[in-house]
């Protein structure tokens, strides 16, 4: 009745919608792409109604609930996504207790229940043949030995071809998180922590927030692009794209967009270092990170358009229903025979054999399904949207540290003079005499390279010592807006306080 109610509203009802267990008064949008999002979530919460729901960011993309083995993180397309589990309650509880909850290999997917029963029924003839027209139970109990041997050479050899194939799906999906989407993430907080370290002020915000949007549109981009998205509107009105970055995004094609975002990105963060004065050393970290984000997303096309060889595929797929058929034939058989001998163990024996070796069988090609492709919306899947929460955390805090940094409230002319004190044990003039007075705090400078020449008697040192000074001071020009002396600033161990502060 609740969906038939959101539906209904949908289409009829301006306004908001109040929904027990959604919330209350809580406005939607008429996209029906966001509607259906919305449904799936009502859906979601329902089957996760017995999990503790966690606590997390009022602005995160994702909802996580927890029971005492497994945490579903529910994004924001309102699907379940399987977000950790907890290994020593799974091994404690034991396989046969666990099998009906979600996630398990019986619910996998659709394909194993259908195989189950297909099984149950092809044994079903033969042991209904047997029993009907058996008329010598000798010669029936030694064709069904017979089957039995057969069953049990293919069972000798099909899991080990098997096993091979599910090992080579389980690297190729673990390369796919480490090196690919996890490569991604890395480099978009490696980026926004550099780009922000440099553009610590708070009159950089804005360009902090425009990098961190690009950021986390490249991460959606790259989930749209393996689930056949083209949508990218909706980026644009959460204002994670500027209108004519949308319209660039927009002529490209749907599987280069993920590529073509991260040329924006590497534009906008040398674009802001350059008007900050930058060197362009400096800058290389930046342009080495950008270059490994975008093969990280290569790397995801080329995992997601070459797959395993389909001869290769399709040999494991036959060994595996051929197994079946013989287990199901065998099974059968025996199952016959021993109701005509009045063996009911041995009957119970085969009806478990029958169950359990065709279902293990199919649920690791079912795996091997889901895990072929972990950017959809099974429950196996990647949580995309817990992940990319955990990097918006980042850089939420990251940026709150740097627009709160208290080092920009000291006195570099203090510091220096300070430092300077400290190193060479003389007195400089006090720097409240010579307040903005830049050239009196660069002759104690020189006064301590001095100092420490004479100190040290080591006259290589004292060289390179000045050799650094003098290349300071040639690059430094007094009253101009790109004046930032970062190898004095290195020379006397302190922290780069911006442009401002050394002018």
């Keep these: 009745l609740k969906l038939c109610r959101f539906e209904s509203w949908h289409h009829d009802m301006p306004g908001k919608l109040d929904v027990d267990g959604f919330g209350s008064n809580e406005s939607f949008g008429r996209n029906q792409a966001e509607v259906q999002a919305q449904i799936n979530k009502m859906k979601a919460r329902k089957q996760l109604k017995n999990h503790k729901t966690l606590e997390i960011d009022a602005d995160a993309g994702h909802e996580a609930f927890q029971n005492w083995l497994l945490t579903i993180a529910v994004g924001t397309a309102g699907k379940p996504k399987l977000l950790r589990y907890n290994l020593q309650n799974l091994v404690r509880a ?47 109990r030694l064709g069904a030995a017979d089957l039995d041997e057969l069953a049990t050479y293919m069972n000798k050899f099909c899991p080990f071809f098997l096993g091979l194939y599910v090992s080579l799906t389980l690297s190729r999906w673990w390369a796919l998180r480490v090196q690919s989407l996890g490569a991604m993430l890395d480099a978009s907080c490696n980026i926004y922590w550099i780009l922000a370290s440099f553009l610590s002020g708070r009159q950089y915000h804005h360009t902090r927030v425009h990098v961190k949007s690009l950021l986390q549109a490249a991460v959606t981009l790259v989930t749209r692009m393996a689930r056949g998205i083209d949508d990218i509107d909706d980026l644009v009105e959460d204002m994670l794209l500027q209108p004519a970055e949308g319209a660039v995004l927009a002529e490209a094609e749907l599987q280069e967009r993920p590529l073509v975002i991260w040329t924006l990105i590497l534009r906008e963060c040398t674009v802001s270092m350059r008007a900050v004065g930058v060197a362009p050393p ?3 970290m930046l342009i080495l990170e950008c270059l490994r984000a975008r093969n990280a ?41 021993a109701y005509l001998d009045g063996q009911s163990i041995k009957m119970l024996c085969q009806v478990i054999y029958l169950v359990v070796v065709p279902a293990l069988y199919e649920a690791l090609l079912c795996i091997s399904v889901v895990l072929e492709d972990p950017f959809g919306e099974d429950l196996l899947d990647f949580p995309i949207a817990a992940y990319s929460d955990s990097s918006k955390r980042f850089m939420k805090y990251a940026q709150a540290v740097l627009e709160n940094y208290v080092g920009d409230q000291v006195d570099v002319e203090s510091e220096v003079s300070s430092r300077a004190s400290e190193v060479s044990g003389t007195s400089l003039a006090h720097p409240a005499r010579h307040k903005g007075d830049l050239p009196t705090v660069l002759a104690g400078v020189s006064a301590l390279s001095v100092a420490m020449a004479a100190q040290q008697k080591a006259q290589a040192k004292s060289l ?40």
Excluded at 103 to 109: A, N, P, R
Excluded at 117 to 136: F, G
């Design 297 to 337: 997303v290569q790397n995801i096309h080329t995992h997601l358009d070459s797959q395993l060889p389909f001869t290769y595929v399709h040999l494991i797929v036959t060994l595996v229903s051929v197994n079946n058929f013989l287990v199901v034939l065998k099974s059968g058989f025996t199952f016959g025979v």
């Design 94 to 140: 034991g396989g046969l207790w666990t099998t009906p909850l979600t996630g398990s290999f019986v619910k996998v997917g659709p394909l194993l229940p259908t195989t189950l029963l297909s099984c149950l029924i092809q044994a079903v003839i033969p042991a209904v043949l047997v029993v009907v027209l058996t008329e010598d139970v000798e010669k029936t």
């Design 282 to 284: 400096n800058q290389n």
């Design 464 to 503: 390179r010592m000045m050799d650094l000074l003098k290349g300071s001071l040639g690059d430094l020009k007094l009253g101009g807006p790109d004046a930032i002396p970062l190898p004095l600033a290195a020379s006397l161990g302190l922290p780069d306080r911006g442009t401002e502060r050394w002018q």
